[in-house]
């Protein structure tokens, strides 16, 4: 007959076990069906599910799918272990469709705004003097929904020079979009977006000029701010910096766009950002949209939320137009 107390010593040390790897593992996979698994069973990654408490993200380095712990996400991203997943883009749905045309005739072309960049230039047709803004685009690159929307805003009275930080590259599925974002080099992003002010300075010499940017372009559009002196920052789920001595460097009005259910850039991080513009006396708005989820103003994503996006679009352009005429 065994020995009950080294049954329960075995039992007790599994316990042990369990615990601690649930403690300081941030990882856990669905222990179910694991996402390689489904990706095998010939599940689409954007049908992959994950138990209660996971969410499914990418492995910044390999584009691999991994279940994770909600609260291991933030910390994850914030060290390039991982990155949102979203599903793969279709040029088909656009953004700009549900939002209204300004009263402006709108003409555009492409731009060589520095020595290796070529922008999408969108703005009225007439020869008055009008407010400039930098468009920065999400991790697809300067695709047709981003140059719809320089268009639309474009067509509220203002010169929009949408950038191009891929150098010509557009990706339409989240792996080429992952490898597009992990070749960009943040310093050259930052010349790059500067010599975008620049142009609009020396060609259009608008009295005031902001930025603008969503995703990926939302984190630069702070970027840009942190690096160049501008008269409105707008920022759409982007990255953020909470550190004072940094946001220090800004001036102007910000207004910030979020996503309560986002879980990469969460409310308590927003919060902090907050804090810490109102610590420093910058004037701000921050905006927190209740159930929706990171990129809900992408058209082409699962998180996609028109209510909110027309929402947040019409607060982008009163904030605008209360900073920048």
């Not at 209740?290 to 982008?316: E, I, L, M």
Request: aromatic share 10%; hydrophobic share 40%.
């Amino acid at each position: 007959m065994k020995n009950p107390l080294k049954i329960s010593h075995a039992i007790l040390l599994s316990l042990l076990v369990v615990l601690v790897s649930s403690l300081f593992i941030p990882i856990s996979i669905n222990a179910e069906i694991t996402p390689l698994k489904q990706l095998k069973q010939g599940i689409s990654p954007d049908k992959i599910t994950c138990t209660k408490g996971l969410q499914l993200v990418l492995k910044q380095t390999t584009g691999m799918p991994y279940c994770i712990k909600e609260y291991s996400i933030e910390k994850l991203i914030q060290r390039g272990w991982a990155i949102h997943f979203l599903s793969d883009y279709s040029d088909g749905n656009n953004n700009s469709k549900i939002f209204k045309i300004g009263k402006y005739e709108v003409q555009t072309e492409s731009v060589q705004y520095s020595d290796i960049s070529i922008g999408f230039l969108a703005r009225p047709v007439f020869e008055e003097s009008f407010p400039g803004v930098i468009m920065i685009h999400e991790w697809w690159g300067l695709n047709e929904n981003i140059k719809e929307m320089a268009k639309k805003l474009a067509s509220h009275g203002y010169v929009v020079l949408a950038v191009d930080l891929y150098g010509g590259q557009v990706a339409t599925t989240s792996d080429e979009a992952r490898n597009l974002m992990m070749s960009f080099d943040k310093n050259g992003g930052i010349k790059n977006m500067n010599s975008a002010v620049s142009y609009l300075e020396d060609h259009y010499s608008p009295v005031k000029i902001g930025s603008l940017g969503w995703c990926f372009g939302g984190g630069q559009s702070l970027n840009l701010a942190l690096n160049n002196k501008l008269d409105a920052t707008v920022i759409y789920y982007g990255s953020l910096v909470t550190d004072t001595k940094t946001l220090s460097a800004i001036t102007w009005p910000v207004l910030g766009i979020f996503a309560e259910l986002d879980k990469g850039i969460t409310v308590s991080t927003v919060h902090d950002f907050e804090n810490s513009l109102n610590q420093l006396k910058i004037n701000n708005k921050i905006i927190i949209y209740p159930g929706v989820d990171h990129a809900f103003a992408n058209p082409s994503g699962n998180s996609y939320a028109p209510n909110a996006s027309q929402d947040a679009w019409q607060k982008t352009l009163d904030f605008l137009n209360s900073n920048l005429k």
